[in-house]
């Protein structure tokens, strides 16, 4: 496992982490919570020392999950990151951002009850708020900090803009947004932000799997599924091009006869200002495919070629 030391925090974190977006079960295919466990586990036996997580994610079942796999574990060893303020609505199932100094107190106790630790390394206001005033979710945050409960503050699917007006009010640690092959829309910001010790947990890193390999027909998911509403990549133009682009992939990962993802982890990861890519997996064969990427690098030569592909099938900008 590789590993990079993040600037404001001052810690070093596994270049690969736990993404538990889809292990929450909530419209995004089918999980077992068994398989769920052996894969994080899995991950943290190869070296990754992040977990990624929210509330949200299957009304708090992601959390659980996560806990339960942590149990028996060196807790002070890893990086627990959840987020706050991204309410389910009981009455639409929807999401509503809700980022007060009053909920966020609340949010956190839950997700330390749902983790079962103490404290929380990394937490992440969701989403921008704009019916609270950013100093005062700033302030649940520092106050949330004297007390112990986190380590360290973050912003997920923050601007520039947002992040400058929040740095007034507490010191920002990471930001959260995404980035991969077939998304590469936040690359100025993540740069801005490395540049300013604010590293960067991608999600996304696999396009909700179509930079795995293993899709290569049109899926047929189920209405309301997240990589249908939340993604493009499932829908034309854009699927037929990172098909095209996924021949490109294949030639490389035969080369070094390896899976394509391993290909798609490399070619973000190797990015100075990637500090870890966040990596959903189902079970524990997934999980020791994407840490064996780091058992080896892609070329200069071959992260030009994959860019020159992508710009020319205009993928990801």
Same mark, same amino acid.
């Given at each position: 496992?590789?590993?990079?030391?993040?600037?404001?925090?001052?810690?070093?974190?596994?270049?690969?982490?736990?993404?538990?977006?889809?292990?929450?079960?909530?419209?995004?295919?089918?999980?077992?919570?068994?398989?769920?466990?052996?894969?994080?586990?899995?991950?943290?036996?190869?070296?990754?020392?992040?977990? #990624?997580?929210?509330?949200?994610?299957?009304?708090?079942?992601?959390?659980?999950?996560?806990?339960?796999?942590?149990?028996?574990?060196?807790? #002070? %060893?890893?990086?627990?990151?959840?987020?706050?303020? !991204?309410?389910?609505?009981?009455?639409?199932?929807?999401?509503?951002?809700?980022?007060?100094?009053?909920?966020?107190?609340?949010?956190?106790?839950?997700?330390?009850?749902? !983790?079962?630790?103490?404290?929380?390394?990394?937490?992440?206001?969701?989403?921008? #708020?704009?019916?609270?005033?950013?100093?005062?979710?700033?302030?649940?945050?520092?106050?949330?900090?004297?007390?112990?409960?986190?380590?360290?503050?973050?912003?997920?699917?923050?601007?520039?803009?947002?992040?400058?007006?929040?740095?007034?009010?507490? %010191?920002?640690?990471?930001?959260?947004?995404?980035?991969?092959?077939?998304?590469?829309?936040?690359?100025? !910001?993540?740069?801005?932000?490395?540049?300013?010790?604010?590293?960067?947990?991608?999600?996304?890193?696999?396009?909700?799997?179509?930079?795995?390999?293993?899709?290569?027909?049109?899926?047929?998911?189920?209405?309301?599924?997240?990589?249908?509403?939340?993604?493009?990549?499932?829908?034309?133009?854009?699927?037929?091009?990172?098909?095209?682009?996924?021949?490109?992939?294949?030639?490389?990962?035969?080369?070094?006869?390896?899976?394509?993802?391993?290909?798609?982890?490399?070619?973000?990861?190797?990015?100075?200002?990637?500090?870890?890519?966040?990596?959903?997996?189902?079970?524990?064969?997934?999980?020791?495919?994407?840490?064996?990427?780091?058992?080896?690098?892609?070329?200069?030569?071959?992260?030009?070629?994959? #860019?020159?592909?992508?710009k020319r099938l205009e993928i990801g900008f």
């Amino acid at each position: 496992m590789r590993y990079k030391k993040f600037k404001n925090a001052g810690v070093e974190v596994s270049a690969l982490a736990v993404g538990t977006w889809a292990i929450g079960g909530q419209n995004y295919g089918a999980v077992d919570r068994n398989d769920s466990i052996k894969a994080i586990r899995t991950m943290i036996d190869q070296g990754v020392n992040l977990i #990624d997580t929210a509330p949200c994610y299957g009304n708090g079942a992601s959390e659980k999950i996560v806990g339960e796999a942590l149990q028996g574990l060196d807790r #002070d %060893k890893l990086f627990l990151s959840t987020k706050f303020g !991204l309410i389910t609505d009981a009455y639409s199932g929807g999401y509503i951002k809700h980022a007060s100094y009053k909920s966020a107190m609340r949010e956190v106790e839950s997700s330390l009850m749902n !983790l079962g630790t103490d404290y929380i390394d990394f937490y992440y206001v969701h989403w921008p #708020d704009v019916n609270t005033p950013v100093d005062e979710t700033m302030a649940a945050l520092n106050t949330m900090k004297k007390q112990g409960k986190i380590r360290f503050i973050g912003v997920s699917n923050f601007s520039e803009e947002q992040i400058l007006e929040a740095e007034k009010y507490a %010191k920002i640690d990471v930001q959260q947004p995404p980035y991969s092959m077939v998304n590469q829309k936040f690359t100025d !910001l993540m740069k801005w932000g490395y540049d300013k010790g604010i590293d960067s947990m991608t999600y996304g890193s696999l396009g909700s799997g179509i930079l795995t390999g293993a899709i290569r027909t049109m899926p047929s998911f189920e209405p309301g599924d997240m990589r249908l509403t939340f993604y493009d990549f499932f829908r034309e133009p854009v699927f037929s091009r990172i098909m095209e682009m996924l021949k490109k992939m294949d030639e490389i990962a035969a080369g070094h006869n390896v899976p394509v993802a391993q290909v798609a982890l490399n070619w973000s990861t190797q990015k100075e200002f990637v500090g870890t890519a966040l990596c959903g997996v189902r079970n524990e064969h997934e999980a020791m495919e994407n840490c064996k990427a780091f058992e080896w690098s892609l070329s200069e030569e071959e992260i030009k070629t994959l #860019d020159d592909e992508l710009k020319r099938l205009e993928i990801g900008f």
